[in-house]
C-alpha cells in the first residue's frame, strides 16, 4: 500500500506541474483565476461526491458481504474506473 501511495501521490504531483504550467501559458491572463478557480470547483467539489458514493456502497454490501469486505469493494470499484478512464483516454489520445 505504502508503494501503491507513493506512486500515486508522485503522479498527482506530476499532474498538478504540468497542468497549472499548461493553463499559465495558454490561457490569457485576464481569465487565469477564472480557468482555475473552475478547475478548483470541479477537482474539490468532487470529492464530496465520491465520498458519499463509496459510503452508499459500503452501505448497500456492508449486510450481505460483512463490514471487511464492503470497506474494500470501495477500492476495487475505484480501481476499476480508473482502468476504464485509462482505456478510453488512451484510445482518445492515440496519435496516428
Known amino acids: 500500500m505504502a508503494a501503491a501511495l507513493f506512486f ?11 497542468a497549472v504550467s499548461w493553463r499559465q501559458r495558454h490561457i490569457p491572463p485576464a ?6 478557480s473552475i478547475y478548483r470547483f470541479f477537482g474539490w467539489g468532487s470529492m464530496p ?4 458514493a463509496g459510503g452508499l456502497l459500503v452501505s448497500a454490501l456492508d449486510q ?12 476495487v470499484c475505484a480501481g ?8 478510453y483516454a488512451l484510445a482518445k489520445l492515440r496519435l496516428e
Do not use: K, Q, S
Not at 31 to 36: A, I, Q
Not at 49 to 52: I, K, Q
Not at 69 to 74: E, F, G, P, S, V
Open 49 to 52: 461526491l465520491g465520498a458519499m
Open 80 to 87: 476499476a474506473a480508473c482502468a476504464v478512464l485509462l482505456a
Open 31 to 36: 481569465l487565469l483565476g477564472r480557468v482555475n
Open 64 to 75: 450481505e458481504l460483512g463490514r471487511e469486505i464492503a470497506l474494500r469493494a470501495t477500492f
Open 8 to 18: 500515486v501521490m508522485a503522479a498527482d504531483m506530476l499532474w498538478n506541474v504540468i
